[in-house]
């Protein structure tokens, strides 16, 4: 089992920056792969970003490459959403997820393990 918490949600303008933090406790975060998901408000959940155990193979949604970055610390059991350029449409409530696998997957349905979630809001 591997507990999630995640940090670092807030309110910020339009065209700025917030770095989001996950917090991993249980079984050996090495081993796991990582991904964020986010909620926007009456909509479903969406995959954002993955990151393979080593952090050497990272895997984005369209609508966020280019703007937002993906890293793990496998020795603080920590992953890491830094997010530049912040949009409006980005306000969600964002989840770290953790999966028992190799492959960095965007599918919602491959994670085993599932953050709280923190909020993001972006003022325009």
């Known amino acids: 089992q591997v507990q999630l918490v995640e940090s670092g949600g807030g309110l910020v303008q339009s065209g700025g920056s917030l770095r989001l933090s996950c917090a991993a406790s249980?079984?050996?975060?090495?081993?796991?792969?990582m991904g964020w998901f986010r909620r926007p408000q009456r909509k479903e959940r969406e995959f954002v970003a993955s990151?393979?155990?080593?952090?050497?193979?990272?895997y984005y949604a369209d609508s966020v490459k280019g703007r937002f970055t993906i890293s793990r610390d496998n020795a603080k059991n920590t992953v890491y959403l830094q997010m530049d350029s912040l949009k409006p449409e980005d306000t969600a409530v964002y989840f770290c997820?953790?999966?028992?696998?190799?492959?960095?997957?965007?599918?919602?349905?491959?994670?085993?393990?599932w953050g709280q979630g923190t909020q993001v809001t972006v003022s325009s």
């Open positions: 249980g079984r050996t975060f090495s081993t796991v792969v």
């Open positions: 997820a953790g999966r028992d696998g190799i492959d960095t997957t965007p599918h919602e349905y491959d994670y085993n393990y």
């Open positions: 990151i393979n155990w080593t952090g050497s193979r990272t």
